[in-house]
């Protein structure tokens, strides 16, 4: 019998301070075994060093690099971001610490695997900036997959893609409610908790989940965190309106 082990999965963090703290709050220490993050810890938001010192103080044991990660310690140069996502990555990259800038360089590409049941990505398990918003994207991840369950990010939505058989399905999470995911042998899983910190389904909530391996479940939560105080960071760092507006309507 392996040991059960519940893991909290961050995903799209985006210097967004506020909604982290909520997400902490709402899921403290001692509710879960370890942290993982799926990437995008910078980016949009005015808060990349206190995130990162966060996020680095959960000792997650695994995170994964993301595009928006890249782009603000260097690696990539951001060329294919639009305008409003590369003024964030030059401003965040002008912000951040040399240590945290040596910590998201560090970052591995996924897919990271941490036993035989579940793997984690940022975009695809086969490509890590690829999105997968629909069942033809999910289709080719559920077969490239090496693992059962692969939770990913990317997107800043929260949904369940599944292979059943020869079948391929996928749902989105209800609105207002916690979703429960029994996850079934004999059923391969893709899993996006959402974004933490620029939900972009309409709802301004901050999302996130908790896969527990004793069920095995994963549960996809939503927490309301201080909109305005991340919004009115945004302004007084001088990053673009559209980034602090957006957050209101989570979109
Ligand atoms: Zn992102």
Request: hydrophobic fraction near 40%.
């Amino acid at each position: 019998m392996p040991e059960a082990v519940r893991y909290l999965i961050l995903s799209d963090i985006h210097a967004n301070l506020e909604a982290l703290e909520a997400v902490l709050d709402a899921a403290p220490d001692g509710t879960w075994d370890h942290a993982v993050v799926l990437g995008d810890l910078v980016g949009y938001g005015a808060s990349p060093n206190p995130v990162i010192d966060l996020v680095r103080a959960l000792n997650p044991i695994a995170i994964i690099r993301g595009n928006h990660d890249k782009a603000a310690c260097g690696i990539e140069d951001g060329s294919n971001f639009n305008h409003v996502a590369r003024v964030a990555a030059l401003w965040t990259g002008e912000s951040l610490t040399g240590e945290n800038r040596e910590f998201l360089r560090s970052l591995p590409a996924g897919p990271v695997t941490i036993d035989e049941h579940v793997e984690f990505c940022h975009g695809s398990p086969f490509d890590e900036d690829h999105y997968i918003f629909d069942t033809d994207d999910a289709r080719r991840a559920l077969d490239a997959g090496e693992r059962p369950l692969c939770l990913f990010g990317h997107t800043h939505l929260p949904v369940v893609f599944r292979r059943i058989g020869d079948t391929y399905d996928g749902f989105l999470p209800e609105g207002s409610v916690d979703t429960l995911l029994s996850i079934e042998p004999e059923v391969r899983y893709m899993v996006n908790p959402g974004s933490v910190g620029q939900p972009r389904d309409g709802d301004p909530r901050a999302a996130f989940a908790i896969y527990d391996s004793r069920g095995p479940e994963v549960v996809l939560r939503r927490v309301h965190y201080p909109v305005d105080a991340a919004q009115r960071r945004i302004i007084s760092a001088g990053l673009p309106a559209s980034l602090a507006n957006r957050l209101a309507v989570g979109r």
